[in-house]
């Protein structure tokens, strides 16, 4: 698999660059991409688990929220 490219903008000089990302850069842009995966699954996970409470309890998010405030 091909690395992604990185686009650099020399504003001064209006030079544009495309390049491959090094190594360092690929693996810092890999383990970005695994945290936002688990990040979101974490979100998700945590979205199913209130619904399901709040079926539970046979309630809506509204009436959730007045009991919060």
Do not use: C, W
Request: glycine content about 2%.
């Amino acid at each position: 698999m091909a690395k992604p490219m990185i686009r650099i903008h020399n504003t001064a000089t209006d030079e544009v660059i495309d390049r491959e990302m090094t190594d360092a850069e690929f693996a810092a842009y890999e383990a970005d991409q695994a945290a936002n995966a688990a990040s979101k699954a974490e979100a998700e996970a945590k979205a199913t688990a209130k619904a399901a409470l709040l079926a539970q309890l046979g309630i809506t998010a509204e009436q959730a929220k007045l009991l919060l405030s």
